[in-house]
């Protein structure tokens, strides 16, 4: 079992910038699939990118695609999720996530691994 924990989320007014991270708890991270979705209170788990193992694959929802980028530094142990152009309705607690099996797919129960979020706030 891999441990995940997420940081650098905040509070940021509409059309600002942040830059979220994941940090592994082993180095045998770098093999795994790994990704991020988000959840905003009443509403379901939404898929928002993923990566593969290596960083040669990227996957993004229709949602954030061209405002977010996602990339993962092997050597840290760390994905990061880079978010650009912030609207108010990206407000949400967004959630690291891994598997073993190379899944980059947005069905979220296919992920194995899952940290404890981190809250950003988009205010207009």
């Known amino acids: 079992q891999v441990q995940l924990v997420e940081s650098g989320g905040g509070l940021v007014q509409a059309g600002g910038s942040l830059r979220l991270s994941c940090t592994a708890s082993?180095?045998?991270?770098?093999?795994?699939?790994a990704g991020w979705f988000r959840q905003a209170p009443g509403k379901e788990r939404e898929f928002v990118s993923a990566i593969s193992g290596s960083g040669g694959s990227t996957y993004y929802a229709d949602s954030v695609k061209g405002r977010f980028t996602i990339s993962r530094d092997n050597a840290k142990n760390t994905v990061y999720l880079q978010m650009n152009s912030l609207k108010p309705e990206d407000t949400a607690v967004y959630y690291c996530?891994?598997?073993?099996?190379?899944?980059?797919?947005?069905?979220?129960?296919?992920?194995?691994?899952w940290g404890q979020g981190t809250q950003v706030t988009v205010s207009s």
């Open positions: 082993r180095r045998t991270f770098s093999a795994y699939a």
């Open positions: 996530t891994s598997n073993e099996r190379g899944y980059t797919g947005s069905v979220s129960g296919y992920y194995l691994y």
